[in-house]
């Protein structure tokens, strides 16, 4: 199918312009001083504390990426992002978990971050898995090196972030992706600069450390527009687009060729509550990030399914169904958000596995429709009224059905009323997907590491926890 | 008279219009007329309407920062005033403000730092990535009855915690109160590491601080 375009070709050439003379003329926050030299030395130029960025360095960046990359997981399955293919992956970093039986929510444990990467492993449209959960109990500095070591064991997808904020954490994490045969140029690594446009110190040092190890930078900028970004939804795409490339930027100097997801996080003021991660301008900044990442010729990695509900009610659906369509629709190439709630600070098992269902319903609105001979059956029309007069016996049915004409889903309800309140016991969508991820959790079974992987993976957290909070508690 | 321009002075409050503000707290100095009873019978009208309106969902975040603003405007016109009269603006309380450490997002801290200062408390923003001693060192040396603090990120608010037991091993509790904010903070959060306040926005954190001073509206 055509991409569907929120802008156009004159669109995409302003906002690529604007973006170049923010980077060039307002300059970014950046006073790390390791980097900085970094970057002076390859010809941008100081004011105050902010960096200027030339459009010519910013350019010879963009060519110099990998914007290619492929991910891998132990089981083989590697995911070439950029490819044409869309891959979706879950939301990660959530704090409450959901219990959709009880109507109630709880604090997220350990054992949820096992059992959520449990759950997207078994799920067949969760592509890659991302650590879920973090639990409170967990030293802060040690937070996504923990939520990565536990989730390693439980699924055999290619598992990426962690999302990070320091430098040293790359060492730790790259080194826990090799312990399950995952190169650094396999393994994504994600860190936030603040918006607007500043790069702090932490950050700055973790992207070099990022780029000497050769993984793939998929960092996330997420402004909120009306109050870290403008309230126009074009000047906050434009914004965050300046804050991705500027990380680029120094990875590029730093290893030029290394791998790049370009990825936008924009969300928007709920100017009474907070933010919005619900409202329909999500799905569409997400598919104009899109534009502008394809613009360049990257893979782009956005929100997909998000949304601000407490439950799994109608907003909810409603709100992630327009959510992930629009983006999956103007091409994106991942598609985060599987289990997400309440504005990505809660998830649920209930909730994954209805996003695997709706997974199914936005890939078949991918793929489009066809006019070919085969598609328009004008003989196949012929044959029928010369015939039966009918199409359910037709060859030609069962080999498109089978071929995926219709998304055949095995959640939603179609039944009659009488099979639904008899048989089925009034069960509503979202009664089976909990039926659904308790059977996962009950039966599901990843194969275990090694008990030499186990000891490898907890020798590098042993080593993190030496270097990391023992540090810093002097 | 006055009660024309305190009106005017609370309207433009109301509209977040830091220029008029100045412009009415100056002729105000001209018609000497009384700084603290220009600043409780004016201007704070406004703070409070829009707060007010603000908790009923009729107002935005934006008229929230800029009436603050407008506010803090004001204020600063008129407290050299004051200080001439030998008098100072009667504070509820002494509030240290921080970031945790590892967690560098502040809009919200400081809006709920405007707010405060707005409705009368002393305040010291210290910023970003505040470990717990910095914190506490400066909340010992302004003798500071709050500390807030705030943290964006699941992955930082579990900073708070080391603050709110470090200042128990120091047994500076009850003596300094915590108020804690930030989007991944909840009740049982609150409750979980002992902290003594928090709220979902600057208006509910201006009521919880003034609780915690025992000087509830």
Redesign the interface.
């Not at chain 1, 402004?223 to 434009?238: H, Y």
């Given at each position: 199918m055509e991409p569907l375009k929120f802008l156009s070709d004159d669109d995409l050439k302003a906002m690529h312009e604007a973006t170049l003379h923010i980077m060039s003329e307002v300059g970014i926050i950046w006073t790390h001083k390791p980097s900085l030299d970094i970057l002076l030395g390859a010809g941008c130029t100081v004011k105050g504390n902010r960096i200027s960025m030339p459009a010519e360095l910013v350019m010879d960046s963009v060519a110099k990426a990998n914007k290619r990359p492929k991910i891998r997981g132990r089981n083989g399955q590697v995911n070439e992002l950029g490819g044409g293919n869309l891959y979706f992956h879950n939301l990660g970093g959530a704090r409450d978990v959901f219990d959709a039986r009880a109507g109630t929510r709880r604090i997220a444990t350990d054992q949820d971050v096992i059992d959520a990467t449990r759950v997207l492993d078994a799920l067949p449209n969760c592509h890659t898995v991302t650590p879920f959960f973090t639990p409170q109990d967990v030293p802060g500095e040690l937070m996504s090196l923990f939520m990565y070591r536990h989730s390693l064991p439980h699924t055999t997808k290619p598992l990426q972030g962690p999302g990070i904020q320091f430098a040293e954490e790359v060492k730790h994490a790259v080194e826990m992706a090799q312990v399950v045969g995952t190169t650094p140029a396999e393994l994504t690594l994600s860190l936030s600069p603040v918006s607007p446009l500043t790069i702090h110190d932490p950050a700055a040092a973790a992207i070099v450390e990022m780029a000497k190890a050769g993984v793939i930078c998929a960092n996330l900028p997420a402004p909120i527009g009306g109050a870290t970004s403008p309230m126009t939804i074009s000047g906050s795409l434009v914004q965050q687009s300046a804050e991705s490339l500027a990380l680029l930027v120094l990875a590029q100097i730093v290893n030029p060729g290394c791998g790049v997801v370009y990825c936008g996080r924009l969300g928007m003021l709920e100017p009474r509550t907070g933010l919005i991660w619900g409202g329909v301008e999500l799905g569409m900044s997400s598919a104009a990030t899109v534009q502008l990442g394809h613009y360049y010729g990257f893979s782009v990695n956005v929100y997909g399914f998000s949304t601000n509900a407490h439950t799994l009610d109608a907003q909810n659906a409603f709100e992630r169904g327009l959510n992930a369509t629009i983006p999956a629709l103007a091409g994106a190439d991942e598609l985060s958000g599987i289990g997400e709630m309440e504005a990505g600070v809660m998830g649920s098992y209930g909730q994954m596995v209805l996003d695997n269902e709706l997974v199914g319903s936005v890939m078949r609105l991918r793929s489009g429709l066809s006019a070919d001979v085969e598609h328009l059956a004008v003989e196949i029309i012929g044959n029928v009224m010369n015939g039966t007069r009918n199409y359910l016996g037709q060859k030609h049915t069962l080999k498109h059905l089978r071929a995926g004409e219709l998304a055949l889903t095995k959640l939603a309800e179609r039944n009659s009323w009488e099979t639904w309140e008899g048989k089925l016991e009034r069960k509503q969508m979202a009664d089976h997907a909990v039926d659904e991820a308790e059977r996962i959790l009950r039966e599901h079974q990843v194969p275990p590491l090694e008990p030499q992987q186990e000891k490898e993976l907890d020798k590098i957290m042993a080593a993190a926890e030496k270097e990391m909070v023992k540090k810093k508690k002097k | 008279m006055s009660e024309e321009l305190y009106k005017q002075m609370a309207q433009c409050i109301i509209d977040g219009d830091s220029d008029i503000s100045v412009e009415l707290a100056k002729k105000s100095i001209e018609l000497k007329m009384h700084p603290l009873e220009t600043i409780t019978k004016g201007f704070v009208v406004g703070v409070n309407y829009i707060g007010d309106q603000?908790g009923l969902?009729e107002?935005?975040?934006?008229e929230l920062v800029m009436a603050g603003e407008a506010m803090k405007a004001a204020i600063a016109v008129l407290e050299p005033e004051l200080l001439k009269l030998g008098e100072t603006r009667q504070m509820l309380g002494r509030v240290v403000l921080a970031t945790v450490?590892?967690d560098?997002?502040e809009?919200g801290k400081t809006l709920v730092g405007t707010m405060l200062s707005a409705s009368g408390f002393e305040v010291v923003d210290l910023g970003v990535?505040q470990p717990a001693d910095k914190i506490i060192g400066k909340a010992l040396e302004i003798n500071a009855d709050i500390i807030g603090m705030s943290a964006l990120?699941?992955?930082?608010?579990?900073?708070q915690r080391e603050v709110i037991e470090e200042l128990d091993k120091e047994g500076l509790r009850p003596r300094i109160k915590v108020m804690v904010g930030g989007?991944?903070i909840?009740r049982?959060?609150v409750t979980?590491i002992k902290a003594d306040g928090y709220s979902?926005?600057a208006i509910g954190a201006v009521k919880i601080a003034k609780e915690l001073m025992g000087k509830a509206d």
């Amino acid at each position: 199918m055509e991409p569907l375009k929120f802008l156009s070709d004159d669109d995409l050439k302003a906002m690529h312009e604007a973006t170049l003379h923010i980077m060039s003329e307002v300059g970014i926050i950046w006073t790390h001083k390791p980097s900085l030299d970094i970057l002076l030395g390859a010809g941008c130029t100081v004011k105050g504390n902010r960096i200027s960025m030339p459009a010519e360095l910013v350019m010879d960046s963009v060519a110099k990426a990998n914007k290619r990359p492929k991910i891998r997981g132990r089981n083989g399955q590697v995911n070439e992002l950029g490819g044409g293919n869309l891959y979706f992956h879950n939301l990660g970093g959530a704090r409450d978990v959901f219990d959709a039986r009880a109507g109630t929510r709880r604090i997220a444990t350990d054992q949820d971050v096992i059992d959520a990467t449990r759950v997207l492993d078994a799920l067949p449209n969760c592509h890659t898995v991302t650590p879920f959960f973090t639990p409170q109990d967990v030293p802060g500095e040690l937070m996504s090196l923990f939520m990565y070591r536990h989730s390693l064991p439980h699924t055999t997808k290619p598992l990426q972030g962690p999302g990070i904020q320091f430098a040293e954490e790359v060492k730790h994490a790259v080194e826990m992706a090799q312990v399950v045969g995952t190169t650094p140029a396999e393994l994504t690594l994600s860190l936030s600069p603040v918006s607007p446009l500043t790069i702090h110190d932490p950050a700055a040092a973790a992207i070099v450390e990022m780029a000497k190890a050769g993984v793939i930078c998929a960092n996330l900028p997420a402004p909120i527009g009306g109050a870290t970004s403008p309230m126009t939804i074009s000047g906050s795409l434009v914004q965050q687009s300046a804050e991705s490339l500027a990380l680029l930027v120094l990875a590029q100097i730093v290893n030029p060729g290394c791998g790049v997801v370009y990825c936008g996080r924009l969300g928007m003021l709920e100017p009474r509550t907070g933010l919005i991660w619900g409202g329909v301008e999500l799905g569409m900044s997400s598919a104009a990030t899109v534009q502008l990442g394809h613009y360049y010729g990257f893979s782009v990695n956005v929100y997909g399914f998000s949304t601000n509900a407490h439950t799994l009610d109608a907003q909810n659906a409603f709100e992630r169904g327009l959510n992930a369509t629009i983006p999956a629709l103007a091409g994106a190439d991942e598609l985060s958000g599987i289990g997400e709630m309440e504005a990505g600070v809660m998830g649920s098992y209930g909730q994954m596995v209805l996003d695997n269902e709706l997974v199914g319903s936005v890939m078949r609105l991918r793929s489009g429709l066809s006019a070919d001979v085969e598609h328009l059956a004008v003989e196949i029309i012929g044959n029928v009224m010369n015939g039966t007069r009918n199409y359910l016996g037709q060859k030609h049915t069962l080999k498109h059905l089978r071929a995926g004409e219709l998304a055949l889903t095995k959640l939603a309800e179609r039944n009659s009323w009488e099979t639904w309140e008899g048989k089925l016991e009034r069960k509503q969508m979202a009664d089976h997907a909990v039926d659904e991820a308790e059977r996962i959790l009950r039966e599901h079974q990843v194969p275990p590491l090694e008990p030499q992987q186990e000891k490898e993976l907890d020798k590098i957290m042993a080593a993190a926890e030496k270097e990391m909070v023992k540090k810093k508690k002097k | 008279m006055s009660e024309e321009l305190y009106k005017q002075m609370a309207q433009c409050i109301i509209d977040g219009d830091s220029d008029i503000s100045v412009e009415l707290a100056k002729k105000s100095i001209e018609l000497k007329m009384h700084p603290l009873e220009t600043i409780t019978k004016g201007f704070v009208v406004g703070v409070n309407y829009i707060g007010d309106q603000f908790g009923l969902g009729e107002a935005f975040l934006p008229e929230l920062v800029m009436a603050g603003e407008a506010m803090k405007a004001a204020i600063a016109v008129l407290e050299p005033e004051l200080l001439k009269l030998g008098e100072t603006r009667q504070m509820l309380g002494r509030v240290v403000l921080a970031t945790v450490e590892g967690d560098i997002h502040e809009i919200g801290k400081t809006l709920v730092g405007t707010m405060l200062s707005a409705s009368g408390f002393e305040v010291v923003d210290l910023g970003v990535d505040q470990p717990a001693d910095k914190i506490i060192g400066k909340a010992l040396e302004i003798n500071a009855d709050i500390i807030g603090m705030s943290a964006l990120l699941t992955t930082t608010m579990v900073r708070q915690r080391e603050v709110i037991e470090e200042l128990d091993k120091e047994g500076l509790r009850p003596r300094i109160k915590v108020m804690v904010g930030g989007a991944p903070i909840t009740r049982d959060w609150v409750t979980k590491i002992k902290a003594d306040g928090y709220s979902e926005d600057a208006i509910g954190a201006v009521k919880i601080a003034k609780e915690l001073m025992g000087k509830a509206d």
